[in-house]
């Protein structure tokens, strides 16, 4: 294995897992929660957490995870006789599409129709209702993904040591 499979592999293997353990703990207590108090409050509450977590900490791991994992699957492709490369591109696949794709095209387009409502509108409520259910199914995804996909880094990891 290669110093940069070496770098890519253990990049998207903690990125992967950083990333997959946050939207789990959305997934198993965060949203309950939210869903327990009035609607009103929970929707202000995820309305804050939407703008907070576009920060450096959060977006700078999930797209570098996205990064490494681009790299990943190039060096794998590149690399294909190696026992780790299937393992890393199906890693770097799981993110991309399951993570970082499912992200975009699911759960900001509800962050974006929940950011344009007033907690106190007449139709707030049932929003909420719309958004809790669909956005945990979604997060759930990405949860699984990105966990898969760390354990796809992980297996990769091994392979290439083993070899």
Do not use: C
Not at 87 to 95: I, K, P, Q, R, T
Not at 117 to 143: C, F, K, M, Q, S
């Amino acid at each position: 294995m290669t110093a940069l499979t070496s770098i890519t592999a253990v990049l998207g293997l903690l990125g992967s897992a950083l990333v997959g353990g946050i939207f789990f703990a959305f997934s198993s207590f965060v949203m309950k929660a939210l869903a327990r108090v009035p609607a009103h409050e929970g929707i202000a509450a995820m309305q804050s957490i939407n703008v907070v977590v576009l920060n450096p900490s959060f977006l700078g791991t999930f797209a570098g995870t996205a990064v490494a994992s681009i790299i990943a699957a190039w060096v794998a492709v590149m690399t294909w006789g190696d026992p780790a490369a299937p393992w890393l591109l199906g890693g770097a696949l799981l993110y991309l599409g399951g993570t970082f794709l499912l992200t975009g095209v699911g759960n900001v387009p509800l962050n974006d129709k929940l950011a344009a409502i007033a907690a106190a509108d007449p139709g707030a409520v049932e929003t909420w209702e719309h958004y809790l259910d669909r956005w945990t199914r979604l997060n759930t995804a990405r949860t699984v993904a990105s966990l898969s996909a760390a354990a796809m880094f992980t297996v990769g990891l091994v392979q290439s040591v083993t070899a």
